[in-house]
């Protein structure tokens, strides 16, 4: 049983090298922060076009049904390595421009950025279904009040449908937000070096997987306060639910 704990909880290894596995996680929630707002971004507007009306518009709505159900059939892992060496090798050979292709921006390196574009281009297909959830949620009528009093379809969903549909979904989208941090530790693949990276370079140097126990830990500070706080938020909606019924 000692020897169990020196491997796995080793705590005076984690105190020594705490510097590297929390540098490393500030890493990981600065992808999650980014990457999750973009998701959010991107899920709500994909959510708002699969709702658009008519005929004429079909081709819009077909188009995002397909991308988000190829995107949710997707390996989130295959994405990144898609973008990452997909982006490289076209603006090595001149097909798009360098600052595209192997990105810089505001002082993160490029395998940051991919990161950020497979969460958010995965998650947002994601998030899209629950937006939707919410949208179809609303009772229908709100929508015809709305028409009827003089206002578009756009007019409708941005001041009537959408916020409704937002206060319904959040903790869903929480949920979704928990399961996209947990999986920015995909991005070490492609060179990030986020907190389960750290770890694993402190495991190649040392032979202890202690900095990957640390690592956990720091996840779990995290995600359980939100998790706690998502079931708080559900627990609330269904006492609403329950107060409204007749």
Same mark, same amino acid.
């Given at each position: ?5 020196? $491997? ?28 999750? @707002? ?20 079909? +081709? ?18 295959? %994405? ?19 600052? $595209? !292709? ?13 990161? #950020? ?23 229908? !009528?709100?929508?015809? @009040? ?9 007019? @409708?969903?941005?001041?009537?449908? #959408? +916020? ?5 979904? $959040? +903790? ?14 995909? %991005?070490?693949?492609?060179?990030? #070096?986020?907190?389960?990276?750290? !770890? ?8 202890? +997987?202690? !900095?990957?126990?640390?690592? @956990?830990?720091?996840?779990?500070? #995290? ?24």
């Amino acid at each position: 049983m000692g020897d169990f704990f020196d $491997i796995f909880f080793n705590f005076q290894f984690m105190a020594d090298h705490f510097d590297v596995v929390f540098k490393g996680f500030l890493v990981t929630l600065k992808l999650s922060v980014v990457g999750g @707002a973009f998701a959010l971004t991107w899920g709500l507007i994909l959510a708002v076009l699969r709702q658009l009306p008519g005929k004429v518009l079909a +081709p819009v709505r077909w188009i995002v049904i397909a991308y988000i159900d190829c995107l949710r059939g997707l390996p989130l892992l295959l %994405v990144i390595m898609l973008l990452a060496n997909g982006l490289a090798t076209m603006a090595s050979q001149g097909v798009i421009p360098r600052e $595209i !292709g192997i990105p810089q921006w505001l002082g993160e390196n490029d395998p940051f950025w991919y990161g #950020v574009m497979a969460l958010t281009l995965t998650y947002g297909a994601y998030m899209a279904e629950v937006y939707r959830a919410g949208i179809e949620a609303v009772p229908r !009528g709100q929508t015809e @009040a709305a028409r009827s009093l003089g206002m578009s379809h756009g007019q @409708a969903m941005r001041f009537i449908i #959408v +916020p409704q549909a937002v206060r319904k979904v $959040i +903790p869903p989208l929480l949920n979704d937000f928990i399961a996209l941090m947990k999986d920015t530790a995909l %991005v070490s693949t492609i060179g990030l #070096v986020e907190a389960v990276q750290a !770890g694993r370079d402190l495991y190649s140097e040392f032979y202890n +997987p202690s !900095g990957w126990t640390l690592g @956990a830990f720091m996840f779990l500070i #995290v995600t359980i306060p939100l998790a706690r706080f998502v079931d708080r938020l559900i627990k609330k909606q269904n006492e609403k639910f329950q107060r409204g019924l007749p």
